[in-house]
């Protein structure tokens, strides 16, 4: 914002937060939050405030932007959040084409953006816009316009086309194996996209789609097929550990590293042991942690997948037994792979964001606060915002700070909530709530008591009927 400092900024920022939280709560329109957000910030333009009405970044907006474009079978420009920024102080103006997409992927016309364009709308633009992939509307009373993850197209379209290459070929065929690895690879590269609950059902539809061919395939083909049955096994595993159903996240994930080994995919076997030593660890069972860590370990391919096993399973284990040299000693091995890996995008894959999270989370259970925030804030600057991995860095940071800066701490874990939907909000992102909600227990700070009361009433991932909340 030209002529705002950077603490009024992020004052704005904030209290945009929660004022778009409030209406939304109140069941208020996208035109009325973006009347009240102006009235309570002069300084917002329109452009400025539609986009923080939704709840988005300046990355996060150029992403939907972007949609559009490739919805229409466009190439999206090269738009920066630099760039944006001038848009919505008036510093520079897009171009009429722009400014259409733009109002369609805000769901607004140019003129309620600010956006004035040269003869290029019309009454059919004006008419309410197809929901396209990598947005959510939700009718109710009211139609609140939410943030990306729909489901509304893009995974059902994948099972889809599973099913019919299974019905055009019942016995299994080399196109149908080829075809399971896509979906695979489509489900691990999106996993952080889709509500868990929603992506669960869709992947195990999928399973059930392959298990059929299994039986009646050569037996090439058979290998092929069972190789991606335990792929996705893992990502049923790791979604239902998200859904805090450990019991059955332990159930997949072991069927999981028994197809990685029955069919010879070491990669498989290692990433399973991962996540078993993952969910020993929530339970803390610190003997079958290590022992899946050192298990997926033999099996880890060296580079990105060492460091992989060592961060996210073994150093955690360590931590906890509060062998602190040992945890060193992992953190300094991963970290030199880390400086020459290549990452990998993905629930399979491994990047700086998730490295440096594991780290931070040692530190912090090592009890080295100052170490453990200033870790997390490496997590942060690398992961997208509003992401998983953004929202689970944050938190390890206000868990970091809840000792020293108890306000500051709680202020950081309500802004997730008002960024972060309840559907959107994993087990472990619940946990570290939940832990720094007890933290901050005996606080009389206003963000303190208002922290346990958004706790209080935040809605459960699965009902008590087994459906997803």
């Known amino acids: 914002m030209g002529g705002v400092s950077r603490g009024r900024r992020a004052e704005i920022q904030r209290e945009a937060s929660r004022i778009r939280a409030q209406c939304q709560r109140d069941g208020h329109t996208q035109e009325r939050i973006v009347t009240t957000l102006r009235t309570a910030l002069p300084e917002l333009t329109a452009l400025e405030a539609w986009r923080l009405a939704l709840g988005w970044s300046r990355p996060q907006a150029i992403r939907e932007v972007a949609a559009v474009y490739r919805t229409d079978g466009l190439l999206p420009p090269g738009l920066t959040p630099a760039t944006l920024c001038r848009y919505e102080h008036g510093q520079e103006e897009p171009g009429d084409e722009y400014r259409l997409m733009i109002a369609r992927a805000y769901g607004a016309r140019p003129d309620e953006l600010g956006l004035a364009t040269r003869g290029l709308w019309c009454s059919t633009c004006a008419s309410p816009q197809p929901l396209h992939y990598g947005q959510l509307q939700r009718e109710e009373t009211n139609t609140i316009r939410r943030g990306s993850m729909t489901t509304a197209s893009g995974l059902p379209a994948i099972r889809e086309s599973v099913q019919w290459a299974v019905l055009d070929a019942p016995g299994g065929s080399p196109a149908v194996v080829a075809l399971a690895e896509a979906a695979v690879e489509h489900y691990a ?119 992989q096993l060592l961060g996210w399973a073994l150093l955690p284990t360590l931590a906890a037994l509060q062998r602190a040299s040992e945890a060193d000693d992992v953190v300094s091995e991963s970290d030199e792979i880390m400086q020459s890996a ?40 690398a992961a997208p915002a509003e992401t998983p991995a953004w929202t689970a860095a944050t938190l390890v940071l206000a868990l970091a700070e809840a000792r020293d800066a108890p306000e500051q701490a709680a202020s950081r874990a309500l802004g997730v909530l008002d960024l972060i939907p309840p559907s959107r909000l994993r087990a472990t992102a619940r946990g570290r709530l939940t832990r720094l909600g007890r933290l901050l227990d005996n606080s009389t700070l206003t963000p303190a008591t208002e922290l346990a009361e958004r706790l209080r009433t935040l809605p459960a991932p699965i009902r008590a009927d087994g459906t997803a909340a």
């Not at 190789?227 to 990502?235: D, E, H, I, K």
């Not at 003997?287 to 099996?299: F, S, V």
């Not at 998730?354 to 200033?374: G, S, Y």
Request: charged share 25%.
């Open 189 to 307: 590269l999106n996993y952080s996209e889709h509500p868990p609950a929603i992506l669960l059902e869709e992947v195990r539809g999928t399973r059930n789609l392959l298990s059929t061919s299994v039986a009646a395939a050569d037996r090439e083909t058979a290998q092929g097929l069972r190789r991606q049955v335990g792929w996705l096994s893992a990502l049923l595993g790791n979604l239902a550990y998200h859904l805090d159903d450990r019991a059955g996240a332990r159930t997949h994930l072991t069927l999981a590293g028994a197809l990685g080994e029955s069919t010879q995919e070491p990669a498989l076997t290692a990433w399973t042991s991962g996540a078993l030593a993952m969910v020993a660890t929530a339970r803390k069972d610190w003997n079958h942690a290590r022992g899946h860590a050192e298990y997926g370990l033999q099996h880890a391919p060296e580079g990105l997948r060492r460091a």
């Open 342 to 381: 290549t990452e990998l995008p993905g629930r399979f894959g491994y990047d700086r964001a998730e490295h440096r999270l594991h780290v931070a989370e040692a530190h912090l259970t090592l009890e080295r606060f100052d170490r453990a925030a200033d870790v997390a804030r490496e997590s942060i600057a």
